[in-house]
């Protein structure tokens, strides 16, 4: 290209006047494809940016958190909130739910994976325990002696795992529930609003190569269009060529956006095109035909960075079921600590006299204590992450379900979310190709 602009620069340098002219007026005629060309793929480039750019509004006046005002937001960061909820609406009937997750889980399975570590919980928790309550008892090395505190251990480990299926149930009843547990649209709002890099780079990434053709499409379409105006412009007066231009431009910017959009999510169904009854081309909108890769990633990108253990704990800490789901381990360590002293409180008689008072603060604080170091057991949540994802298997059961979704349901999942501001886009395709009429007919004029 720059060899191209040297050499014709050159060109027109050894030219007499009249015929600097003449090319120089040549020029400028034939600018008005290749303008149109790139004004095309510029402005549907800039609408596909606009779609997903910037993350925070960014302007000088924004209507109440809206992302509206003199500025500008991204349209999927803005309507991210929208977005969580008509996906978990749309796409929940064809989904497992957590019940259906957790009852994949082999509760005897997901002990023996956490039982080393809980093992070492409750002999560092008895021992700490110890240390405060017991000390006249305790050896030269400050623990418990050895027999009395293996006993301990191994009763406390029988009744947890006695009582671990008890305890498992009624965490999953809670976590089940419609209106305080995971089974609605607040988790996947809360991590929508949090995440809304992941979600533009899930769009940006999935929707790479649609996104390059329909700017070459929309360029080619563009350079067509450039050289019917061309030929409608060597046919017009003046004034025709005023109207011309910036009216051609206007309809050209807000066809070519508004046809972009189009060509994302319709149509739904596949419409076959066939010649001689011989099929020459399937059309379907270009994220609706991906629809298998498009279900795997999304739920690819739901599981990786969503429904971790850690942020899952973290969402339930914000909940009002948080307090439920730490009372029922509280009621389940005391029925099983009741049933792991009894054996010894005998033994502990002997050597220390406790009484109602000094036995419950012993109860609360063992509670508090394994509670703590169960919260702070990094290896205990991998072991019984890595158990139930395994067991549950959320990323392939979500994306054989989204597979199987009608197309036409399966567009709700992401084109609700472009479609109220939409007219934005187009209509800004339309004002941008008025301009660059009006600057057209301005040189071309000189």
């Not at 005897?108 to 008895?126: G, N």
């Amino acid at each position: 290209t720059v060899a191209g602009c040297l050499l014709w620069a050159w060109y027109y340098d050894q030219l007499p006047p009249d015929q600097q002219r003449q090319a120089h007026h040549l020029a400028l005629q034939v600018s008005i494809p290749v303008v149109a060309l790139f004004f095309t793929w510029f402005h549907i480039w800039l609408a596909i940016q606009m779609m997903f750019l910037p993350l925070k509004f960014l302007g000088i006046w924004q209507y109440k958190d809206t992302g509206m005002g003199i500025g500008w937001q991204g349209v999927v960061p803005r309507k991210c909130t929208k977005m969580a909820r008509t996906a978990f609406k749309c796409a929940r009937p064809y989904l497992m739910g957590p019940r259906d997750w957790f009852k994949r889980v082999d509760t005897s399975v997901l002990f023996s994976k956490m039982h080393p570590m809980l093992e070492r919980v409750v002999r560092a928790t008895i021992n700490s325990v110890s240390r405060r309550h017991f000390p006249s008892i305790l050896d030269e090395k400050g623990r418990l002696p050895s027999n009395v505190e293996e006993e301990l251990v191994t009763l406390a480990m029988e009744q947890v795992e006695e009582t671990f299926p008890e305890m498992w149930q009624k965490i999953v009843d809670l976590l089940c529930d419609k209106e305080r547990g995971l089974d609605n649209d607040g988790m996947i709002v809360s991590v929508f609003t949090q995440n809304k890099e992941l979600l533009n780079l899930f769009f940006l990434s999935l929707g790479e190569k649609e996104f390059r053709f329909i700017e070459r499409c929309g360029a080619a379409l563009g350079f067509v269009c450039g050289l019917i105006q061309l030929l409608a412009f060597n046919h017009l007066d003046d004034t025709g060529r005023m109207i011309l231009l910036p009216g051609t431009g206007f309809f050209l910017g807000i066809f070519t956006n508004w046809l972009a959009i189009q060509m994302c999510f319709k149509p739904c169904f596949p419409r076959h095109l066939r010649v001689c009854g011989k099929l020459i081309y399937t059309v379907q909108g270009l994220f609706l035909k991906r629809q298998r890769d498009v279900a795997v990633l999304y739920s690819k990108m739901l599981v990786d960075h969503f429904f971790d253990f850690d942020k899952v704990v973290e969402y339930l800490q914000t909940l009002p079921v948080w307090a439920d789901l730490r009372d029922a381990y509280c009621q389940n360590t005391n029925k099983m600590m009741r049933k792991t002293m009894g054996p010894v409180t005998g033994w502990l008689a002997r050597r220390v006299a406790l009484g109602p008072e000094k036995f419950k603060a012993l109860e609360d604080d063992l509670v508090g204590a394994s509670a703590e170091r169960i919260a702070e057991s990094e290896d205990l949540h991998e072991a019984a992450a890595q158990y139930i994802s395994v067991a549950t298997d959320v990323f392939r059961s979500n994306a054989y379900a989204m597979q199987r979704m009608p197309p036409d349901e399966f567009e709700n999942l992401l084109h609700p979310v472009f479609q109220e501001d939409e007219w934005i886009l187009i209509l800004l395709g339309g004002v941008l190709g008025a301009i660059v009429g009006i600057a057209q007919v301005h040189f071309l004029s000189q």
